[in-house]
């Protein structure tokens, strides 16, 4: 399995200000995956890390409020820019393993916002 | 209506029960199946993934295809009270997992 590490654990945050969120994977995978839990409800895919490419959002986010970066194989960023107290969510990171069997993918211990 | 329906529970059972999860979804692309259990204030956790329908056992646990029904469960034998958590199902098509919205289990002693 990979063994992901999120920094920080938690967070608040006054309204209109940013937050970047690091991940960090034990391993060189191929994809990284931004997640967003909000209490109670499941997780919807934020976007898709590529390394050397910009990011691919799903529908509903865009670059602008959530810019991700992939300088590397081990490594990505999540930003949540200009905040609004309905940001206010836990944020995971996931990979799959080296060789992207994306059937096995691992989570972060996640990363805890609220927005004030 | 969602892709994949999850009924939220709390489902509570005692100790050594057999329990079960179940999953519908509407999306007859999905080929990969899994399952998630995550305990409060963690990441979830890979507990298994199954391709198409059948079924698959890892220990106590035992994940079930019907693709013809588009239902999918996870049984738990001799359940546990670590076994306490939220079950996440989660499908795949192309490279996206969707996921359903999580079953609570409590497991009483």
């Known amino acids: 399995s990979a063994v992901i590490s999120q920094k920080p654990s938690r967070d608040i945050c006054q309204r209109g200000t940013s937050l970047t969120i690091q991940c960090q994977v034990d391993?060189?995978?191929?994809?990284m995956f931004w997640y967003r839990q909000q209490p109670g409800q499941s997780l919807t895919l934020i976007a898709t890390a590529n390394q050397g490419s910009e990011a691919t959002y799903e529908s509903g986010f865009v670059i602008d409020k959530f810019p991700i970066s992939r300088p590397n194989l081990t490594f990505s960023t999540l930003t949540v820019s200009n905040m609004s107290p309905e940001d206010s969510s836990i944020y995971l990171c996931?990979?799959?393993?080296?060789?992207?069997?994306?059937?096995?993918?691992?989570f972060g211990p996640g990363t805890r916002l609220t927005v004030l | 209506q969602k892709e994949v329906e999850q009924d939220p529970g709390p489902l509570s059972v005692p100790e050594g029960a057999i329990v079960s999860l179940n999953c519908t979804y509407s999306?007859?692309?999905?080929?990969?199946f899994m399952w998630y259990r995550q305990y409060s204030r963690k990441g979830p956790e890979l507990l298994m993934y199954?391709?198409?329908?059948g079924n698959k056992e890892d220990g106590r646990f035992t994940a079930q295809v019907d693709k013809s029904s588009k239902y999918i469960s996870l049984f738990i034998r001799d359940s546990q009270p670590s076994d306490s958590a939220t079950y996440l199902c989660?499908?795949?098509?192309?490279?996206?997992?969707?996921f359903g919205g999580g079953t609570r289990l409590m497991v009483k002693p």
């Open positions: 989660a499908m795949r098509a192309g490279n996206m997992l969707t």
């Open positions: 391993s060189q995978v191929t994809m």
């Open positions: 199954t391709y198409s329908s």
């Open positions: 996931s990979s799959g393993l080296a060789g992207g069997n994306y059937n096995e993918q691992f």
């Open positions: 999306n007859s692309a999905f080929q990969y």
